[in-house]
């Protein structure tokens, strides 16, 4: 019994759907679902423009991105490459006996030659009994000088050169200056074998940009006995210089960490030392005068909790001020312990104006699809539309014809025109026959019925003359 009803009330629902289906005007019928298939089919066509032009900006971020790490990754490998070369252009030269170990005079010429013609910003050249002999620029002077300790002493001489090297005038002196104390050499002697000695900065609290990264190399006498040490230094700076001339985006910034969160370099051209109770320390990334570089220097501390840990590269987003942010970190290494990061960050801003001035092009463009579309399909159904409806109203008017009886009395019947498709054209022709048709049978049953009332009265009469002889 309950299945019954059920199905009878399904019935009713199906029944009542078709009813309101029927009552819907044939153009609404036909321009609705055009419209919504249209709508479907431009708003997805939008979409996915729009979710194509952020794939497209997304990988361009990227590849630009990695482009400038690449820049970055080859710079660094030349530029760190020639202090290792002079170094040990220097330590072979010494252990050929080309160039006598304690004649500082000799050596500081040497050592003025290799700085000049190799672009080099300082050579220390130090022995264990604590002569030293050093040539290179001392900022922000761009001559190339040459400086002295003479066996035994602890004071400093520091000579301008002509342009063959040789001494010319003493240009200032340093008193207590003793080579022994300093990275370069402390850790020539703990690792003999060729590398970087760590970043340190110049014992000069007004200058904090003199930060250099320095080769170790010790020196060995004919018994193997360290005698001394050779340091090429660089600074850093010039590496920054680099990046500064290394554009990403209008408002992308590059810099350099090390490990354990030190800035090597930045792009914005920020001391990456500063001064602090008279004197001069490096900066953590976290503690840059950028608020951008600090930003992603805690997201990168968040993140990984080592950076020792990132061993290749990453691909990273993050948002800064409401901002989204590209962020590409590459491990770079180098044969003689160098262990930093590149670091790329470009804000998203930077390519949102293309996409968006892309994205209301194509909503522009998508709205006028669909009100061209909607046009064209009201044009169309009614051009479909129209011929049924006098087809329609023609029905109606020869079927109120039929039941008033002016089909009968011979009125004028309802034609349609034959016009629009070929198939409402054949519908009309149809149509007009079958009225016509349904005309002449109405006359002739008209025709039919008064010949046969005349002869009903005809033999009536008959009849009636019949009756009246008897």
């Known amino acids: 019994m309950h299945q019954s009803d059920q199905q009878t009330n399904q019935s009713s629902l199906q029944a009542s759907s078709v009813q309101r289906c029927r009552r819907l005007p044939l153009q609404v019928v036909l321009v609705v679902p055009f419209v919504l298939q249209i709508f479907v089919a431009v708003g997805l066509t939008g979409y996915l423009s729009i979710r194509n032009g952020q794939k497209a900006i997304d990988d361009l971020a990227r590849r630009l991105s990695t482009e400038t790490t690449h820049r970055i990754d080859q ?7 020639v202090p290792q070369q002079v170094t040990y252009s220097i330590t072979s030269t010494m ?34 009994n604590g002569g030293y002999a050093g040539a290179g ?24 050169t002509d342009a063959r090297g040789n001494r010319t005038r003493l240009v200032e002196t340093y008193d207590d200056y003793d080579h022994r104390t300093e990275a370069w050499y402390l850790e020539a002697l703990q690792q003999p074998q060729p590398g970087w000695s760590s970043i340190h900065v110049w014992d000069d609290p007004d200058s904090p940009d003199l930060v250099t990264l320095s080769t170790r190399q010790a020196l060995l006498d004919a018994n193997g006995q360290i005698v001394g040490a050779i340091g090429v230094e660089i600074l850093l700076t010039r590496i ?43 900066m953590r990334g976290t503690q840059s005068s950028q608020p951008v570089i600090r930003a992603v220097s805690r997201f990168l501390g968040d993140r990984f909790s080592d950076l020792r840990q990132i061993t290749s590269k990453q691909h990273l987003e993050f948002t800064f001020n409401d901002e989204p942010y590209y962020v590409e970190v590459t491990p770079w290494k180098d044969p003689y312990g160098l262990d930093w990061l590149l670091v ?66 011979g009125g004028a019947i309802a034609l349609v025109a034959a016009k629009g498709t070929r198939e409402l054209e054949v519908l009309a022709q ?34 009636s003359a019949a009756l009246a002889d008897l």
């Open 137 to 160: 620029r001392i900022p922000p002077s761009q001559a190339v000088t040459i400086s002295e300790t003479p066996l035994h002493q602890s004071i400093n001489y520091n000579y301008a």
């Open 95 to 128: 252990a050929m006996g080309l160039l006598e170990q304690h004649d500082l005079p000799r050596s500081g010429q040497f050592l003025w030659h290799q700085a000049k013609q190799n672009n080099i910003s300082y050579i220390n050249y130090g022995l264990a």
């Open 430 to 463: 149809a149509f007009n026959q079958m009225a016509q048709q349904l005309h002449r049978s109405f006359a002739a049953l008209e025709s039919a019925k008064a010949d046969l009332e005349m002869r009903v009265q005809q033999r009536t009469e008959q009849l």
């Open 344 to 409: 790329v960050t470009i804000p998203k801003s930077d390519f949102m104006a293309t996409i968006e001035a892309n994205t209301r092009t194509t909503i522009l463009l998508c709205l006028g699809a669909l009100m061209v579309a909607v046009g064209v399909g009201i044009l169309t159904t009614r051009r479909i539309s129209q011929p049924l409806l006098r087809l329609s109203q023609a029905s109606q008017q020869l079927a109120a014809q039929a039941a008033t009886g002016e089909l009968r009395a």
């Open 75 to 81: 710079h660094l490998d030349q530029f760190l490459a």
């Open 240 to 282: 920054g210089q680099f990046l500064q001339q290394t554009p990403v985006s209008p408002n992308g910034k590059t810099f350099i960490l090390e490990c354990n969160g030190l800035l090597v370099a930045t792009s914005t051209g920020e001391k990456v030392a500063q001064a602090h109770n008279g004197e001069a320390i490096r």
